[in-house]
């Protein structure tokens, strides 16, 4: 059944696709997961933003934002990529629901919510 307000490419076997590597425009983030890891209080080391909260990866290994002056703002950032991966399976499991039950397929609410996980996903990519 094709869906009318979601389109979803199953062009590829591999279980995460559309949003797989194997999609055509796959981004190359830096793979998670992401930490929030805070600068030592050394101004001599860190100049002004001795203190300050950056996001991580690869056990702090590698920096993947700089500083946040708002440790909020590290803390959502640091859970982009599980956010992602959430957005994605969500996504993935109301096609597969839409497919298994055609009566979903013309509910507002389901098609509202496919459309934002959709746009959040594209605006990641």
């Not at 290994?61 to 708002?70: D, I, K, M, P, S």
Request: glycine share 6%; with cysteine; proline share 5%.
């Amino acid at each position: 059944m094709k869906h009318t307000h979601v389109k979803v490419d199953r062009g590829c076997s591999c279980e995460a696709y559309p949003f797989c590597e194997h999609a055509p425009n796959a981004s190359k983030y830096t793979a998670g997961p992401w930490d929030v890891y805070v600068l030592a209080d050394d101004s001599e080391t860190y100049g002004n933003i001795a203190g300050m909260p950056i996001v991580t990866a690869h056990g702090h290994e590698t920096e993947v934002c700089g500083a946040c002056f708002n440790p909020a703002d590290a803390r959502l950032i640091s859970a982009a990529p599980d956010l992602l991966q959430a957005a994605e399976q969500a996504l993935a499991e109301f096609v597969d629901l839409c497919d298994a039950d055609e009566t979903l397929n013309g509910d507002k609410k389901i098609g509202q919510t496919m459309r934002k996980l959709q746009a959040a996903i594209s605006k990641a990519r």
